[in-house]
Nanobody
Framework: QVQLVESGGGLVQAGGSLRLSCAASGRTFSAYAMGWFRQAPGKEREFVGL????????LYAESVKGRFTISRDNAKNAMYLQMNSLKPEDTAVYYCVAQGGGSVYDAINYWGWGKGTLVTVSS
């Protein structure tokens, strides 16, 4: 299995950018499609995006499409979330997780939930 640790969160002004990283341990990282979810205070976890094992295909939530980009470097066992044109509504704890099958939009189909990294966007 793979263990996942997120980093790179912080405080940024609206319109700014941040790059989140996800470090994975384990030899089979490239075998898994990987996703990003987020959870804002008082809200349910929300699908942000997904990238396939090879990194050649990705899928995004409508709310972040065109602003966020997911990439991965399997040689480094790492995944990234480049977030541009950030909005206050992007404020949340962001999680990187491995997809285990089923609907890609449903958090229950992912595993490897860690502590996440907090992104705060000020207006």
């Amino acid at each position: 299995q793979v263990q996942l640790v997120e980093s790179g969160g912080g405080l940024v002004q609206a319109g700014g950018s941040l790059r989140l990283s996800c470090a994975a341990s384990g030899r089979t990282f490239s075998a898994y499609a990987m996703g990003w979810f987020r959870q804002a205070p008082g809200k349910e976890r929300e699908f942000v995006g997904l990238i396939n094992g090879s990194g050649g295909r990705s899928l995004y939530a409508e709310s972040v499409k065109g602003r966020f980009t997911i990439s991965r470097d399997n040689a480094k066992n790492a995944m990234y979330l480049q977030m541009n044109s950030l909005k206050p509504e992007d404020t949340a704890v962001y999680y990187c997780v491995a997809q285990g099958g089923g609907s890609v939009y449903d958090a229950i189909n992912y595993w490897g939930w860690g502590k996440g990294t907090l992104v705060t966007v000020s207006s």
